[in-house]
């Protein structure tokens, strides 16, 4: 979105195409007070299924109190943490495969005036979403780009010609095969390895690197997104100032 609306505002006249698998938009921000949700409400190592009704549970208990959906995203927000290292590796694989964009579509949402550009380009036409998976794209001779894209649902193989393509498929790509030079070298060297989910750098609760022999690094951490097999939660500025104050900790501390 965050493309989009800087083409939007540039004055852009063109038309733009968004592709992504599930074909969502994030979700506008509105006042919101936070569900009071203590430790014992949580079920705790519960299945995706269980954890996923017990969140519209709380959703529709914000209704009823006259509230929104919001409150009960944001008041489970601060135990984000906590849920996500109780759960089995298969239950993380589970969310990532069928619950990850919608949270993040409930969760990580946009201004008014922002939902209000997408709004206004989408009723006018110029912005149009499509859902499918990027297959690849090729440069023609006319300097224009080909388009390959799987449509979800038919999955049926299309071609679309474009003036240009953004790479907008975020962070949770391959660690090993997009890695920078510097997490290259670490892998390269057994320092780091990749998170049993593969989305990231394999951490302990202390952000620490965990080497390719599966030992703890005192040297080495990791803060931020690269952190998120972990974590999860870990994106936003308000996650990774308390994780790099609770790292100042440690470090003054050793």
Do not use: Y
């Not at 190592?45 to 914000?62: E, I, K, N």
């Not at 006259?66 to 298969?90: C, E, M």
């Not at 620490?208 to 951490?221: E, N, P, T, V």
């Amino acid at each position: 979105m965050d493309r989009v609306i800087s083409l939007l505002k540039a004055g852009q006249k063109v038309k733009i195409l968004p592709v992504s698998r599930r074909g969502l938009l994030p979700r506008t921000h509105a006042p919101s007070s936070p569900l009071p949700i203590s430790l014992g409400d949580i079920p705790f190592g519960a299945p995706m299924s269980v954890l996923t009704d017990w969140l519209r549970s709380l959703a529709r208990r914000a209704e009823q109190r006259g509230g929104t959906w919001r409150d009960a995203i944001d008041g489970v927000r601060p135990h984000i943490k906590s849920i996500w290292r109780s759960l089995p590796a298969i239950e993380r694989a589970r969310f990532l495969r069928h619950a990850a964009t919608l949270w993040d579509v409930h969760r990580h949402r946009i201004p008014p005036d922002a939902a209000a550009i997408i709004d206004d380009a989408l009723s006018s036409g110029q912005l149009s979403l499509l859902r499918g998976a990027f297959l690849g794209a090729s440069r023609t001779h006319h300097g224009t780009e080909t388009v390959n894209i799987r449509t979800s649902g038919s999955g049926e193989n299309m071609k679309l010609d474009a003036g240009i393509v953004f790479d907008c498929r975020g962070i949770r790509r391959d660690p090993a095969r997009h890695a920078s030079p510097l997490i290259a070298g670490l892998f390269a060297s057994g320092a780091a390895r990749i998170d049993p989910l593969n989305i990231g750098l394999d951490v302990d609760l202390s952000s620490r690197l965990i080497s390719a022999s599966g030992k703890a690094s005192d040297r080495l951490f990791a803060i931020g997104p690269v952190s998120r097999a972990a974590f999860w939660e870990i994106t936003a500025i308000p996650d990774i100032r308390d994780q790099t104050q609770k790292l100042a900790a440690t470090l003054i501390v050793s």
